[in-house]
T-cell receptor, first 116, second 114 residues
Framework: KAGVTQTPRYLIKTRGQQVTLSCSPI?????VSWYQQTPGQGLQFLFE???????NKGNFPGRFSGRQFSNSRSEMNVSTLELGDSALYLC???????????????FGSGTRLTVV | AQSVTQPDIHITVSEGASLELRCNYS??????LFWYVQSPGQGLQLLLK??????LVQGIKGFEAEFKRSQSSFNLRKPSVHWSDAAEYFC????????????FGGGTRVLVKP
């Protein structure tokens, strides 16, 4: 069974540009969550999508957005990149939503974004 | 709001020695608690989780954790550390009914001496 696939693995962008990251969940999983990991702020929740709808949102500016497609694949977009957006972006997929989070909640290897 | 504190940023342990990583949480209801491990450049791997029931939880790779409600703690232990256990460890609390959202502690980096 294939795991959670995040593409690309590495990305270098210039300040002011925008970027789109992709996450393909485990087959049959309908929930995708995104996290940002930085040395200074640690792991922070960005948002969660379930059945193409955003169900939860973390405390990030509107420059961070996402969407989920009918096949459960998800993309996140960051517009007007800032140096502080340099981070490892992780996604996690899960069969369902809520209650016993953790059952099958599986992380991808992440996309390392560097903003220069 | 929920929060997780891992008091130790770094821990150095000799191979074969025991390991204990501390985790304290703040959450208004019954917490769903997790420990994850992250190797350099990799994603997070679930070591174990606690939802309810027996407060001593067994996980993968020989790890266990004990939930102590009175101390709001969920400490991770391993009796004998292997060099391959060198990694960063994260404790997290789940929002349960509020959806698939984890709040993580700052992490503890474990270095294993030969």
């Amino acid at each position: 069974k294939a795991g959670v696939t995040q593409t690309p693995r590495y990305l270098i962008k210039t300040r002011g540009q925008q970027v789109t990251l992709s996450c393909s969940p485990i087959s049959g999983h309908r929930s995708v969550s995104w996290y940002q990991q930085t040395p200074g702020q640690g792991l922070q929740f960005l948002f969660e999508y379930f059945s193409e709808t955003q169900r939860n949102k973390g405390n990030f500016p509107g420059r961070f957005s996402g969407r989920q497609f009918s096949n459960s694949r998800s993309e996140m977009n960051v517009s007007t990149l800032e140096l502080g957006d340099s981070a490892l972006y992780l996604c996690a997929s899960s069969p369902g939503q809520g209650v016993k989070i953790g059952d099958g909640y599986t992380f991808g290897s992440g996309t390392r974004l560097t903003v220069v | 709001a929920q929060s997780v504190t891992q008091p130790d940023i770094h821990i150095t342990v000799s191979e074969g020695a025991s390991l204990e990583l501390r985790c304290n949480y703040s959450y208004g209801a019954t917490p769903y608690l997790f420990w994850y491990v992250q190797s350099p450049g990799q994603g997070l791997q679930l070591l174990l989780k606690y939802f309810s029931g027996d407060t001593l939880v067994q996980g993968i790779k020989g790890f266990e954790a004990e939930f102590k409600r009175s101390q709001s703690s969920f400490n991770l232990r391993k009796p004998s550390v292997h060099w391959s256990d060198a990694a960063e460890y994260f404790c997290a609390v789940g929002a349960g009914a509020a959806g698939n959202k984890l709040t993580f502690g700052g992490g503890t980096r474990v270095l294993v001496k030969p």
